[in-house]
């Protein structure tokens, strides 16, 4: 084969980790019969900006270089995109004509030479060493050293040229990335985040870097001193650069007692001019004095702050028998199990470094135990990783005709179905967090897979028009009415198939559950009957639908059970705009005071929820003299909380985008539910979610939602009992570091299970799948349900919606201010279209509405 590697620096011009792994390949192909050449960017300030030239590099490699140093600033536009390197490619590609084209780092080349690269006929294979393709800064780390949000989308880093210069970055290069065939990782924990990113997880693969036989530790060295008392003796070994952490390290260890029970060993830093005696800076060593190294020291502390895709050092320090401390920055964690062989604290935390440390300075026996469970973890050769990108390289260059291909046919049958289906109209029956969970971001989530998207109430007078040009209409909460039911016929009288999906997230469609419903004894009996009446409106609704869209399994196994219609799960997950004002509440400090276990309960229908959980709470407020409880929101509360006085908080409901600020303030969330009810099983995991997005820990009840999302001690802790409830909440306000690294995993695990990009391919996959059904089944047939309906007209006023804006690249005060201003932008655009459709009185009939509601609360 005639292969390019593609890099964006090379040795012997700059050598890194990075920079090895394409010349390994490019030697290493070469040495097995392929045609190799090298395309790669140059630094040098004496030669002129791209300026290119051909030589060997001494091993039959044609390495064509082309200077790219005054593009190396990660904010310069042409780091990112820089169109006379690509025209420079396009000439050069016609010259190789290369079967593949294998391209690593790209910034100051750009990332148009992948989409080139498919014009050239080639194969094309990109391999992502960091985090470039959606973090400018390669590490999503800030500048100021706080880690970044691992999903950019939910993020409000300031990056190198700000947030909204990084959206607009990341649009581009996401339709470069689109031309490539595979893409490339090192580990699998870097994978997940490049998807939870927007890469498709179809095309991406692991491929950990191989290390060269002489680069390899050889057998450990036995540990120098093992048989005798001594200090923990720790060890760093990287480089001074902010991002490895070796401030965060050396901030940790000044709080640490001068004892004698540790010293560090740090290895490749300058000495620094005052530091604890403790402390002594070495020069860094080379590959023959690794072994050696490792053989006197106990522990490796990995402080890094930058997000590591993979980390040597880790595994050789694993297989050398040395405990590792590592932070949460994915690759290290794939072979660092917490408690087992090492610790893991959250990145950028000195506090937690510290409290790990110190853990183990305390506990010699705790460190032997450590280092009892290390084990050698293997690490893949230089032959291993050329193996398997032959394997690669041949799938790609060997394939078969479309026509003969299944996999080929079923993308092209794919990509014609999403022209077809590209258009949804969603129509709401309610307002407030539901709708949001449930109407905005959907289509949020769906317009970033480039769906168009209409979010509408349901009296909303242009409903109709938007139905007529809608490939799916989603109909979310809507009450049946006779409008709603004509809504439908329209739309199955179109001349193509156009599916009809009903979505609620309640247990609110079935009549003969009346009886099992808590909360509803607040309710006066005309109110009780107007509430069950909803409920077989609801029901009405989704009896004319083909599929039903559920957020928990529950709700999903209970429509089919009872209808027979076909349900489709689609979890409560991140928006953007929530998830961008948690991350602006967690880069604020905590507000000072005592520890803080909170509950916000939100409507009055928590009140058995809570009792459940009481007595617990009591418990440890009794035992915990100086933690307070803060209830949020509507809730009956029994007599045993009087004693603790004004150490119980009672704080009104806010609006959704302060509530961020308010979970950051507490240490402990409560997600308490009745067990073995239906209405609590049918719940989604909302309140762990919002808490997780600013690193807030939970404890809840383990209905099937929350142990999806709670992975018990680490993303969590579920309660079933009193006692559970109060050994959880003991636990996590007793250990500060268990509390954080529990936080930090929460956080983690929302955004790369449950962020927008993952939501869209989930929803997109349904509309798929159901639109599919329908075109081949048609419509579905009318069942023996009994229909109710109400006469509602549509009307401009009652079916306005509020404008959902997202967060501008400014910050959460913005948004709060675009929400509250009256008039304001996304009002007055809307007034507009009243004042078109209805005329001046209804917009004067939509000001006392909106005045009422905030006079109501």
Known sequence: MRVVQVSA??????????????????????????????????????????ETWTEDDGSGVQVRWIVTTPWTAWADPRNSVNPPVGEDFARWLDEVKPDVVHLHSLQTLGGELVEVAQRAGAAVVVTMHDFWWTCARQFLVAPDMRPCSLVVDCGTCPCAGGHTWLERRNTVLARYLRHADVVLTPSASAGA?????????????????????????????????????????????????????????????????????????????????????????????????????????????????????????????????????????????????????????????????????????????????????????????????????????????????????????????????????????????????????????????????????????????????????????????????????????????????????????????????????????????????????????????????????????????????????????FANGVGQALAQVSDEALARPRTPGPLRIGYFSGTNTHDADWAAVEPAVVRVLASHPDVELWLGGQLGTGPALEQFGDRVRRLPMLPWYELPQRLRDVDVNLAPLVLDNRFNEAKSAIKWLEAALVETPTVASPTQPFREAVEHGVTGMLATDEESWVEAITTLLDDPLARRRTGSRARRDALLRWGPHAQGERYEEILTTVWRARAADGPRAASGWEPVLDDEPLDSTEGWLDPYPGIPAGSADHLRELLLRVPGGSKVVAAGRVLRSDGPVAVVRRTAFVVRRKLVG
């Open 9 to 50: 620096h090379y040795p012997p011009n700059h050598v890194s980790g990075g920079t090895l792994v394409p010349q390994r390949l490019a030697r290493g192909l070469a040495a097995r019969g392929h045609e190799v050449f090298v395309y790669a960017g140059h630094l040098d300030e004496h030669r002129r900006p791209l």
């Open 193 to 569: 985040v490049l998807e939870a990113n927007g890469v498709d997880g179809a095309r991406l693969r692991v491929d950990e870097n191989g290390v060269p036989p002489e680069d390899l530790v050889g057998a450990p060295v036995p540990h120098a001193g093992d048989d005798e008392p001594h200090p923990v003796r720790l060890l760093f070994a990287g480089t001074p650069d902010p991002m490895k952490g070796i401030d965060v390290l050396l901030r940790a260890v000044d709080t640490l007692p001068s004892d004698g029970s540790w010293t560090l060993d740090v290895y490749g830093v300058p000495e620094r001019g005052r530091h604890r005696p403790e402390v002594r800076f070495h020069p860094r060593y080379g590959r023959d004095e690794v072994a050696e190294v490792f053989a006197t020291h106990d522990v490796l502390v990995l402080p890094s702050v930058m997000r590591e895709s993979y980390s040597i050092v880790t595994r050789e320090a694993l297989g050398s028998g040395l405990a590792v401390v590592c932070t949460d920055t994915l690759g290290p964690e794939e072979v660092v199990r917490d408690g087992e062989n090492g610790l893991v604290v959250p990145a950028g935390d000195a506090d937690s470094l510290a409290a790990a440390l110190r853990r183990l300075a305390e506990s010699p026996a705790l460190v032997r135990r450590l280092r009892g469970g290390t084990q050698a973890v293997p690490i893949r050769t230089v032959d291993e990783q050329l193996d398997h990108v032959e394997e690669v390289y041949r799938e790609l260059v060997d394939r078969e005709d479309p026509a003969e291909h299944p996999e080929q046919r079923t993308a092209e049958v794919d990509a014609g179905l999403r022209s077809l289906v590209n258009r949804v109209l969603v129509v709401v029956g309610i307002r407030g967090a539901a709708l949001r969970y449930r109407g905005r971001l959907p289509a949020e989530a769906l317009r970033m897979r480039g769906f168009t998207v209409d979010v509408r109430h349901y009296r909303d007078p242009e409903i109709a028009e938007l139905a007529d040009r809608a490939d799916v209409v989603v109909l979310y909460r809507v009450p049946a009415t006779v409008q709603v039911a004509d809504l439908v016929d329209r739309v199955r009288a179109r001349d193509r198939a156009v599916p009809v999906l009903f979505d609620v997230d309640d247990l609110i469609f079935d009549p003969e559950l009346e009886g099992e419903v808590h909360g509803l004894h607040v309710l006066s009996a005309e109110e009780h009957a107007l509430w069950w009446r909803g409920v077989a409106r609801y029901r009405t609704t989704l009896e004319m639908c083909d599929a039903y869209v559920g957020s928990t399994e529950a709700l999903c196994a209970h429509v089919t059970a009872v209808t027979g219609i076909p349900a489709h799960r």
